[in-house]
């Protein structure tokens, strides 16, 4: 079970990776899309799925329990999140230096844009404190958020795999 999980833990390391080059060197702004969670979402549900019918009907003899399937695709979006977030901290500290830039950049125009719609909601105060912060933004901290946002994704889409392939 545990060398499945570690194999198709790799294909996810490797999706996320592709997709976030792609999306970042077709200037679609991979940060602030939510195409990235889409993306990474259908990737972890085919990935965790087809990993747990692997497991379940080749190795198995058509059963698992909802434990297994739990195990394999923690297994699977845990290693995606570490591995996608050692690559993005090499990509935004050594290959691509400017994305940090970049980053705060959009930050700063998806914030005003959204600001200017919702006057009411933004006071000048917030909205000062709002660009401070967004300012102050590390390459360590766009990890961490990246790496956690596939964390919530993988344990959303986990169960679901497992309730559904358990037998």
């Known amino acids: 079970m545990i060398k499945l999980a570690l194999r198709y833990g790799a ?40 990993a747990t019918y692997e497991f379940r009907k080749y190795r198995q003899g058509g059963e698992l329990r909802f434990w297994q399937g739990m195990s394999m695709g923690m297994i699977i979006y845990v290693m995606a999140a570490i591995g996608f977030s050692a690559f993005l901290y090499l990509f935004m500290a050594y290959i691509e230096p400017e994305a940090l830039m970049n980053y705060k950049k959009e930050s700063i125009d998806f914030y005003n844009r959204t600001a200017e719609m919702y006057p009411d909601k933004y006071s000048p105060e917030r909205r000062e404190t709002d660009l401070a912060n967004i300012k102050e933004v590390s390459i360590s901290g766009i990890v961490f958020k990246e790496g956690i946002k596939k964390l919530l994704l993988g344990l959303l889409v986990t169960p679901i795999i497992a309730i559904f392939m358990r037998k």
């Open 11 to 50: 294909f996810a390391i490797l999706i996320t990776i592709i997709s976030f080059t792609v999306l970042f060197y077709t200037d679609q702004k991979p940060f602030i899309n939510f195409n990235t969670i889409f993306i990474d979402g259908l990737s972890f549900l085919v990935l965790i799925g087809v």
